[in-house]
């Protein structure tokens, strides 16, 4: 099993471009949540899905950053336009259904110039 | 609504040495507990969790961590640790039961640096 899949690895992007961050969950996973990592806050979760339906997006700090799960096998975490303080790493994980162990990915590192 | 408190942020340790990390937690109702690390570059992977049954739980490189409703505490030790051990430990909560979203909400983190 690969786990769960993130690209890429690292994004080093200017303020105000549009970055796009992928997850591609584990095969028969069917939620999949989005975390952002900062030494200043931690580790928060930024919305969540369970079979491709959004369940609670309300960690989503501003409408600049948007999520979509078009299907069970990948998910995009869009933030448009970007901002230096966006600089974080982004992880995606994903577990059996709401109540089972999460997998995580290895981390999507952003850097916004 | 839930919150943890890791109340390190970071231990050094040396190696085979015992350690503790500490967690509290603050739930209005029933919870299901667990600790993730983090390896430097990676992402978060679970070492144990406590569901229900025995309030000690372990995990298979030697950690466990025992729940304590009346303390609202679910500390991680081992008895001697590695240098293999260096790393970056989260305590994590979730609603238990019918209650349950699925939302964990997770500590911190503590730094164990373990040292030769």
């Known amino acids: 099993d690969a786990g769960v899949i993130q690209s890429p690895r690292h994004e080093v992007t200017e303020m105000g471009q549009e970055v796009t961050l992928r997850c591609k969950p584990i095969?028969?996973?069917?939620?999949l949540f989005w975390y952002r990592q900062t030494m200043m806050r931690g580790l928060e979760l930024l919305i969540y899905?369970?079979?491709?339906?959004?369940?609670?997006d309300s960690g989503m700090p501003e409408d600049r950053f948007s999520a979509k799960m078009p299907n069970a096998s990948f998910s995009t975490l869009k933030i448009q336009p970007s901002e230096p303080r966006d600089s974080a790493v982004y992880f995606c994980?994903?577990?059996?259904?709401?109540?089972?162990?999460?997998?995580f990915g290895p981390g999507t590192r952003l850097t916004v110039l | 609504a839930q919150s943890v408190t890791q109340l390190d942020s970071q231990v050094p340790v040396f190696e085979e040495a015992p350690v503790e990390l500490r967690c509290n937690y603050s739930?209005?109702?029933?919870?299901?507990l667990f600790w993730y690390v983090q390896y430097p570059n990676q992402g978060l992977q679970l070492l144990l969790k406590?569901?229900?049954?025995?309030?000690l739980v372990e995990s298979i490189n030697g950690f466990e961590a025992e729940f304590n409703k009346s303390q609202t505490s679910f500390h991680l030790r081992k008895p001697s640790v590695h240098i293999s051990d260096t790393a970056e430990y989260f305590c994590?909560?979730?609603?238990?039961?019918?209650?349950?979203?699925?939302?964990?909400?997770f500590g911190q983190g503590t730094t164990l640096q373990v040292k030769p």
């Open positions: 994980a994903s577990s059996l259904n709401l109540y089972n162990e999460q997998f």
């Open positions: 095969s028969g996973h069917n939620s």
């Open positions: 739930s209005s109702v029933s919870v299901y």
């Open positions: 994590a909560v979730t609603e238990a039961g019918s209650s349950n979203t699925g939302k964990l909400i």
């Open positions: 899905f369970n079979n491709n339906v959004p369940i609670d």
């Open positions: 406590y569901l229900s049954g025995s309030t």
